[in-house]
């Protein structure tokens, strides 16, 4: 059933939401030591390197310098926020090629104490970017390309605001057990339809929460993970996919998940009713019901009905989802969610997560990330791990 061989051996969710006191290249370092004690590793094992575009400065090269790191492999692949999820397979199939032995992936950012939004004004088109031109003068937001989204799947499908509520509701009621999860309080749907309205049909309980910190991922050859008397997950698939305007033939009720889920489950040998908990990308609730739709959880179009009544609740729905409280509640560090997804399914497979919301006998896991903006452009990326037998 296994495609790699190599194993995660090491995960770390920097407990810091709000961290005006240090760099970012501080909370790089905090996380890989975080994670390289979690796995009972030194760093000076680290022969392999992973980031994107949150690493400050010259990206890899000055992240490596500041912790000393020689790698003889390095990759600095940008999805967005989908770029960790991807990390972990790019980093397995590094591993298993033997081009490296141990692979750090790291992520860190301040947009709290910066107070920088993931709307970001503009969808933060600046510079170079090739789309500024034909993009800026009509004044687009994150928020607003997520409610074109919604809006258009509301009107294919009859989806509603109500059923969007329920993926927060779900998220809320799982970070109601999380000590560092920056919204802890449960809502209910009523509480999400009272919310201000940020961009129609989104209100602000629809958007994910904007925090600092960071995190990090560990992977090694299978020889180094028996050595070292922690539980190992193995990575069965993994895929990911691209999504853009299409020069100009654009369908907003799909996202590029249609393309990295089958590849990870084609990888994995495993059918969906065989995941037992999934780790969505949830920037926004809109993002959580597509994805579901085109890893292929439910029909096109059915995602509505899939999540609402609690469906993704650990203990009462059939899939659990997001059980840290997710991007929604939780922790968005530097507003990409990818890392802490596959952090918390980690700790599931493990056997960690909180005792309120462990799966039971969790065997195997989903974890997704959406990278970019849905109504635009973005990539996606799907790793289906297990835990060690």
Known sequence: MARYDARIIGAFEHPTRFAPDKSIVQLHAECAIGAATDAGIDLSEVDGYFCAADAPGLGALSVMDYLNLTPR???????GGASYVAHVGRAARAIDAGLCNVALITLAGKPRSANRSSSAAALAITGDRPERDFEVPF???TPASYALCAARHMHEYGTTSEQLAWIKVAASRHAAHNPNAWLKDAVTVDDVMASPMIASPLHRLDCCVVTDGGGALILARPEVART????????????????????????????????????????SGLEHRQIQYASIYDSFTITVLLALEDLGFCK???????????????????????????????????????????????????????????????????????????GTRHGCATLILSRED
Do not use: W
């Open 73 to 79: 492999y390095a990759d600095a692949t940008e999805l």
């Open 139 to 141: 004044g687009p937001t």
């Open 228 to 267: 070292l008397g922690r539980p190992s997950i193995r990575v069965l698939g993994c895929g990911e996919g691209i999504k853009h305007q299409g020069a100009g033939e654009l369908d907003l009720t799909y996202t590029a998940a249609v393309h990295s889920g089958p590849v990870a489950f084609a990888e």
């Open 300 to 374: 096109k179009g059915q995602g509505g009905s899939f999540v609402e009544g609690g469906n993704l609740i650990s203990g009462i729905g059939m899939l659990p989802f997001n059980t840290d409280g997710g991007g929604l509640c939780n922790n968005h560090p530097a507003n990409r969610g990818g890392m802490t997804k596959v952090v918390e399914a980690v700790r599931q497979l493990r056997g960690e997560a909180h005792p309120a919301l462990q799966v039971p006998d969790c065997r195997f896991a989903l974890c997704h990330g959406t990278g970019g903006a849905l």
